[in-house]
């Protein structure tokens, strides 16, 4: 989830001779400043979400550099915001989740990389790729390749990544092109220290401003300028980035002792490379390693000299890159063939096609390697020895077990506001058949695992209403789509909604207003309830709907599971013949829990009298049919051993995880379940009248039970 950095900002004020202790998220900022940066945008998304929330909570260092922040709408726009560099020797740097955000970006790039730039412009890419990824399985190095952007893919610690980060900068003025810097996860939150430099005040900016525009035809992406602008790519643009690549050594050499064999790696690869040669015994703890070790920082475009350079004299090198398909191998293959060197080139042969490389994948596939080279100087006995050695417990848990450990499927956090819409659906689902439901990207995506199983199509960000466009007219019954109000304001209102209107669909469109894009960390949308001083306060999910001619709309509380299958009912059933849109309200419990968890500290500090809602579930009374879960789904609604021996089913139980959202008694009163479900109020601080009323019901009860 979001956190705030207004502490950690303070560190982007050190200057030259202070050392700087922090994570990568924060090292890039810095480097932004000391680069004399002009602008910065973008959109959040893992792995970078943090780094809007950094660009945010510094607005004041910004301000007295005179930089420019904006959050921008989408990634189309925050690249659109690079057009600034175009005409200008302005630095700008924009940030978005890749490859999803790349593809949305993408119309905006084309033509950036085609005009070429005055000022360095650098978009720094969270490259979401591998067993944490919440997006489809691709990689940002073939957008680099077709728009010819230069791609830095910079070695994870923080040094490198600050001197990457500058030197890009100076890498897109030198050859007039945009330049990417890519950063796994691992790399946005490596911890690390570097020597800071002076924050510098870029030429022109917000307190220094231009005075006069700057036309030039040739900078404009229409014929005929673009067939030149495409020579100039190849002919000037290109080698003036393999001269500054090659002069300023942002590749980077580690020799070692075993020189009849080495490896070729990305940057963001070397640590888990390293980790695996240092288990093997060929490398020690500060990254002195027995096997010569080339790393490529920069990715796109390869530097042939260089190549031919560390290839030469070597029998054999291992290429160590994640992903498919494998680019840098291929182009390894040709660079060296050119070169008129025989050395064999092993990669996907030895290391998976695709997938993460985690450091047991690395290890698994060096190793291998390592055996079937058997160079002099390595004992291939001892390689398998400290292999098996390391995977031994592994195998032995395994064994334990009898079999792998189950995946647990992500899930809705506890107190979810949009698991009641799904418990709605399914309840309609009992009366009118199975629905169709066109899903979106978003933290309702993960209604399409259990125990739901609700989504039957994922097409992209605020897309899940143009994807129902030609669906809808194919069915008997009305079809549904869903939207979060994230997707709404970045894609779905123009591509969705106005499409929808304009063709006067006949569709059902669900709008998750949870206040923020939660499922990147809760960062604000221009709909969001709390805004900081420097956004609109004034736009509205509703307002926008009314003015692009939506006219059936209705909004529920979505914790009331019964108005909420009544609303998609009447949506289902109603004689009017357009879109339908349901707008389900609640607030983001996570956000509402960090909001309110401060203020409850504080009462409780005062001596007020605090009291919190509780659920819980009477065992005497659960039948252990567990529907409840099934319609419910929540993480804190579970199962424990039955206290009944007459009984082998195991009942219902609410943990010490309930917020007192309350979803599950609804649920069990609109799909008229068992009456198991009481609800508590758990009262810190009582009063008088609390007391007394506790004492005469524990009176009433205990004679009852009599």
């Given at each position: ?328 191998e291929d182009a390894l293959h040709a660079l060296l063939r050119r070169a008129d ?48 050695a390391l995977t031994a417990p592994k195998l032995r848990a395994v064994e334990l ?306």
């Amino acid at each position: 989830m979001e956190r705030s950095f207004k502490k950690e900002v303070e560190l982007l004020r050190l200057g030259a001779g202070a050392t700087f202790h922090g994570e990568g998220i924060l090292a890039v900022t810095k480097a932004l400043l000391q680069s004399g940066v002009s602008y910065v945008g973008g959109y959040q998304g893992a792995p970078i979400s943090h780094m809007m929330d950094v660009l945010n909570d510094a607005r004041d260092i910004m301000d007295e550099l005179g930089i420019h922040v904006e959050t921008n709408a989408s990634e189309a726009g925050a690249a659109a915001m690079l057009g600034a560099s175009i005409n200008y020797p302005l630095r700008g740097a924009v940030a978005w989740k890749s490859t999803v955000g790349t593809n949305v970006a993408s119309d905006a790039l084309s033509n950036l990389a085609s005009a070429g730039v005055r000022g360095g412009a650098l978009i720094v890419i969270g490259e979401d790729y591998g067993e944490g990824a919440s997006i489809i399985q691709e990689r940002s190095h073939a957008f680099a390749m077709k728009s010819q952007i230069w791609l830095i893919d910079p070695r994870p610690n923080l040094p490198t990544i600050v001197d990457m980060v500058e030197k890009a900068f100076r890498l897109s003025e030198a050859s007039s092109t945009p330049v990417m810097l890519e950063l796994r996860i691992r790399a946005c939150h490596v911890h690390g220290a570097f020597a800071a430099r002076d924050n510098s005040a870029p030429q022109f900016s917000r307190r220094n401003t231009i005075e006069n525009p700057d036309f030039d035809f040739a900078r404009i992406s229409l014929p005929p300028a673009t067939y030149a602008q495409e020579k100039h790519k190849v002919e000037v643009r290109w080698p003036a980035a393999l001269d500054f690549i090659r002069a300023e050594r942002m590749n980077e050499v580690f020799d070692g002792r075993i020189g009849e064999i080495g490896v070729i790696t990305q940057g963001g690869m070397y640590n888990a490379l390293l980790r695996a040669l240092q288990q093997l015994g060929l490398a020690d703890a500060f990254g002195a390693a027995a096997i010569p070790i080339y790393v490529l920082n920069v990715t796109y475009p390869l530097v042939p000299d260089e190549v031919a350079a560390f290839c030469a004299g070597k029998r054999a090198v291992l290429t160590v890159e994640e992903g498919q398909p494998p680019y840098i191998e291929d182009a390894l293959h040709a660079l060296l063939r050119r070169a008129d060197l025989q050395t064999r080139v092993h990669g996907k042969d030895f290391l998976p096609k695709a997938g993460e490389y985690t450091g047991e994948v690395v290890l698994a596939g060096v190793t291998k390697w390592l055996e079937t080279m058997a160079p002099a100087g390595v004992d291939p006995v001892s390689i398998r020895r400290a292999f098996e050695a390391l995977t031994a417990p592994k195998l032995r848990a395994v064994e334990l077990l009898g079999a792998p450990v189950p995946v647990r499927p992500p899930g809705f956090c506890v107190g979810c506001p949009e698991r009641p819409v799904f418990s709605a659906m399914k309840l309609i689902e009992r009366e009118v058949g199975a629905l169709h439901v066109s899903a979106d990207i978003g933290c309702h995506t993960f209604s399409t695992l259990p125990p739901f199983n609700i989504g039957n199509t994922v097409l992209g960000y605020g897309l899940g209403l143009a994807s129902n466009a030609a669906v809808n007219p194919m069915f008997s019954r009305r079809t549904v789509s869903i939207m979060g109000d994230g997707g709404f304001w970045h894609n779905g209102l123009t591509s969705g909604v106005a499409n929808a209107v304009f063709n006067r669909d006949d569709g059902i469109l669900v709008v998750m207003k949870n206040g923020y894009t939660s499922a990147t960390g809760t960062q604000n949308i221009p709909s969001s309830p709390h805004q900081a001083e420097s956004k609109s306060k004034d736009m509205g999910i509703e307002k926008a709907l009314t003015g692009i001619g939506v006219r059936w709309l209705r909004s529920v509380y979505t914790y009331r599971v019964a108005d909420m299958a009544k609303t998609l009912r009447e949506a289902m059933t109603t004689s009017y013949s357009g879109l339908k849109v349901i707008i389900a309200d609640a607030e983001c419990q996570l956000e509402r829990q960090r909001r309110i968890r401060p203020q409850i500290a504080a009462a409780l500090e005062r001596g007020e009298r605090v009291a919190r809602t509780r659920f819980g579930v009477d065992e005497d009374v659960c039948t252990g049919d567990h529907s409840c879960i099934r319609l419910s789904g929540c993480p804190s609604l579970t199962i424990k051993p039955n206290p009944d021996p007459l009984r082998s089913d195991p009942v219902a139980h609410v943990d010490n995880g309930c917020v007192g959202c309350g979803l599950c008694g609804e649920v069990a009163q609109a799909a008229a379940l068992c009456p198991s479900f009481f609800r508590a109020e758990v009262i810190r601080n009582p009063g008088a009248w609390d007391r007394l009323l506790a004492r005469v019901r524990r009176i009433v009860i205990g004679w009852l039970q009599a």
